[in-house]
C-alpha cells in the first residue's frame, strides 16, 4: 500500500474524509486499491460506493481505527 | 472530487428540518409558561402546570428533535431503510406536534376529552414510527455498538409509550390505575431507556467523528446499553404491587445513574484528549450536557440515599431542570448544529457538478451565532437551577430559556435559508456552464 492510495481521516473534521475518498477514487487505477482509515464505518460512504461500482471491505484494529479497503467492482 | 456519485440513500432534506424547525418552538413555549406560572411552576412534580412543563420539553422539544435526527441518521449512519419515509415523517411530525398541543391543553384544561383523543392519536403516531424504525434496525446489515444501542433505545421508547398511553387512558376515562407508579417508571424509560440510549448510541459515532476524539472503549460501548437496560428492567419490575422490595429498588435506581456516570466521565476524558484542541459550540454543549449528567445522577443517588428528601419540592424541579435544560438539551443544540450543516453539504453535493465547488459546512451557520445560544442556554440552565433556592429566579430564567430557543430557531431558519441560496446558485452556475459549453 503506498502512502499516497492511503488516506487518514483519522484527525479530519466530516466531510472531509469523504470528500478526499471521492477526489482519490478519480484518479485510481483499475485493480488497486484505496485505504481509508477513520474511527467509524463510514455508511454514506459505502452506499455511494456501492451505486457507483466500488467494493469495499473493513477491518478494525484493536484500536478502534476502522480500514477500509475500496476498489473497483 | 467527483459529485456525480449518487447520495441516494438520504431522504429528502425537508424530513429531518421539519422536526428541528418545530422543536425549539416547544421551548420557547416552556418557558412562556414558567413567565406565565411563575415559582408555583416549582411547587410539586404533580402539579399540571409541571406535568405540561415537562412534556413541552421532553415531548415538544426533546422527541420532536430526536424522531427527526433518527429519521435522518437510520440510512445515512446506519445503513438502515425506512419504509414510506415521506408518510411515516408526515405522520409522525403530526403525532409529536398535535399530541403535545393536546397534552398541554390536556393538562392546563383538565379536560378529559383532550386525553381521549390524544391516547389513540399518539399511540398511533408514534407507536408505527418506533415500530417503522425498530424493524429497518433490525434489518440493517450494519453492526456495532450504535445499532445495538438504538434497538434497545427504541424499544425504550416503545415502553415509554405504552406506559404513556396508560397514564393518559387513566385520566381519560377516570380509571383507578396505579398512577405514581407506572409514572415513575414511564419518566424513568423516557429519560433513561430512550433518551440516554439513543444519546449513548449516537455519541459512539459522532463524537470522535466532529469532535476528532479517539473512539470509545470498547469494553463501555459493549456493556453500557445493555447493562442500563437491565437495570431499567429490574428496576421497572419491583415497582409491580407485590411487597416492594425498597432496599433492591435504592440499590438498582443508584446503579443505573453510576453508570450514567461512567458514561460521562469517560465522555469527558475522551473530549479532553481530542488531537485539535479547537472548541466549537457542539464540543461546548456536549460538555456542559456531561457536566450536567454527573451532577444529576449524583443528585438521583442522594435523594435515593434519603428518601425522606424525596418530598422536599425543589427536588423534582431541580431533576428536571438538570436533565431537560442541562443534558438533553445541549446535546440536541450541539447535535443539531453539526446535522443541519452536514445535510446542507450533502443535499447540495446532488445538485453538484465535477469542477463545480459546493460551499464548505462551517459557511452553513456563522459561529458566533451558535455561541451566543450556547451563552443563553448556559444562562437559562444556572438561572431555573438557582430559582430552586430564589424561586423568583424562575422569571429571569424562563426569559433566557425562551431567548436561547428563539436563537437556536433563528439560526436553524440561517441554515434552511443558506441550503436554498447555495443550491440556487449551484443550479445558476451549472445552467451557465451548460450554456457556455
Known amino acids: 500500500m503506498s502512502e499516497e492510495r492511503t488516506i487518514d481521516g483519522r484527525g479530519l473534521m466530516p466531510p472531509e474524509p469523504m470528500e478526499l475518498t471521492l477526489a482519490a477514487l478519480d484518479t485510481l487505477p483499475d485493480g488497486e486499491e484505496l485505504l481509508l482509515l477513520l474511527y467509524v464505518e463510514p455508511q454514506p460512504l459505502y452506499g455511494i460506493l456501492k451505486q457507483n461500482g466500488y467494493t469495499h471491505r473493513s477491518q478494525t484494529r484493536p484500536d478502534g481505527t476502522v480500514e477500509i479497503y475500496i476498489r473497483k467492482a | 472530487m467527483q459529485p456525480g456519485l449518487s447520495f441516494e440513500q438520504a431522504p429528502p432534506i425537508s424530513v429531518p428540518f421539519r422536526f428541528f424547525l418545530t422543536a425549539p418552538l416547544f421551548g420557547m413555549a416552556a418557558g412562556l409558561l414558567l413567565l406565565w406560572q411563575g415559582p408555583a411552576a416549582l411547587a410539586s412534580r404533580w402539579t399540571s402546570v409541571a406535568l405540561a412543563l415537562t412534556h413541552l420539553l421532553a415531548v415538544g422539544f426533546m422527541l420532536q428533535a430526536m424522531c427527526g435526527a433518527m429519521l435522518q441518521m437510520l440510512p445515512v449512519a446506519a445503513g438502515a431503510n425506512i419504509w414510506q419515509p415521506r408518510r411515516v415523517t408526515q ?65 425504550g421508547l416503545i415502553v415509554t409509550i405504552t406506559l404513556g398511553a396508560t397514564l393518559a387512558t387513566g385520566f381519560g376515562w377516570q380509571l383507578a390505575l396505579p398512577l405514581t407508579e407506572i409514572t415513575h417508571v414511564h419518566a424513568a424509560w423516557g429519560l433513561g431507556g430512550w433518551s440516554m440510549l439513543l444519546v449513548a448510541g449516537v455519541a459512539y459515532l459522532v463524537v470522535p467523528m466532529f469532535q476528532l476524539t479517539p473512539p470509545y472503549p470498547a469494553w463501555l460501548t459493549r456493556s453500557f446499553s445493555i447493562t442500563l437496560f437491565f437495570l431499567l ?24 445513574a453510576l453508570l450514567a456516570v461512567v458514561f460521562a466521565v469517560v465522555t469527558l476524558r475522551l473530549q479532553g484528549q481530542r488531537r485539535r484542541k479547537v472548541s466549537d459550540p457542539t464540543l461546548l454543549f456536549w460538555r456542559l450536557a456531561m457536566v450536567c449528567l454527573v451532577v444529576a445522577a449524583f443528585a438521583v443517588i442522594l435523594q435515593q440515599m434519603n428518601p425522606a428528601e424525596e418530598d422536599y419540592v425543589g427536588t423534582p424541579f431541580l431533576l428536571g431542570a438538570l436533565l431537560m435544560v442541562g443534558v438533553f438539551m445541549p446535546v440536541i443544540s450541539g447535535m443539531l448544529y453539526k446535522i443541519m450543516p452536514f445535510l446542507n453539504w450533502m443535499h447540495l453535493q446532488k445538485i453538484g457538478k465535477p469542477g463545480l465547488v459546493v460551499p464548505n459546512m462551517r459557511q452553513m451557520i456563522p459561529e458566533p451565532r451558535m455561541m451566543m445560544q450556547f451563552r443563553l442556554h448556559l444562562a437559562a440552565l444556572l438561572l431555573l437551577l438557582g430559582a430552586v433556592p430564589l424561586p423568583f429566579l424562575v422569571y429571569p430564567g424562563g426569559l433566557a430559556l425562551i431567548a436561547s430557543c428563539i436563537w437556536l430557531e433563528w439560526n436553524l431558519i440561517v441554515a434552511a435559508r443558506n441550503f436554498a441560496r447555495f443550491s440556487r446558485e449551484l443550479e445558476e452556475r451549472l445552467a451557465a456552464a451548460e450554456q457556455s459549453g
Open chain 2, 233 to 256: 428492567t429490574a428496576w421497572s419490575l419491583t415497582w409491580l404491587p407485590l411487597q416492594r422490595p425498597d432496599d433492591l429498588q435504592v440499590a438498582l435506581a443508584c446503579a443505573a
Open chain 2, 91 to 155: 405522520l409522525t411530525h403530526a403525532g409529536l406536534t398535535l399530541g403535545t398541543l393536546l397534552l398541554l391543553a390536556g393538562f392546563l384544561a383538565e379536560q378529559a376529552l383532550f386525553f381521549r383523543i390524544a391516547v389513540p392519536f399518539m399511540t398511533v403516531s408514534l407507536g408505527a414510527f418506533a415500530l417503522i424504525v425498530l424493524i429497518a434496525l433490525f434489518r440493517t446489515p450494519a453492526q456495532g455498538p450504535t445499532i445495538i444501542a438504538l434497538r434497545i433505545a427504541v424499544f
